[in-house]
């Protein structure tokens, strides 16, 4: 799924032992408050790399259970 450009991904497809919570968010006025994870391969850690709404807003509630990247981040 597209939104504003960021691919969304299924969160239930991580692979969880790349991924640690991070303390940082963000606010979207239409989408809420976006929750931040670090990823981790091969020893090198990309900090905040992935993000995700856990309570998106009304109207981004097609993107709730999902998780989209940057910073570099390729998804294979």
């Known amino acids: 799924m597209v939104v504003e450009g960021n691919h969304y991904f299924p969160r239930a497809s ?9 303390d940082t968010t963000t ?7 976006a929750r931040y994870l670090s990823v981790t391969v ?3 850690i990309n900090r ?5 709404y856990d309570k998106p807003m009304k109207a981004a509630a097609q993107i709730k259970d999902r998780v989209t990247f940057w ?4 998804v294979r």
Do not use: M, Q
């Open 14 to 22: 991580l692979v969880e032992e790349h991924f640690e919570a991070s």
């Open 71 to 74: 910073r570099g981040v390729e």
């Open 42 to 44: 091969d020893g090198n």
């Open 27 to 33: 606010i979207c006025p239409w989408k809420g408050t």
């Open 48 to 52: 905040d790399a992935a993000w995700y």
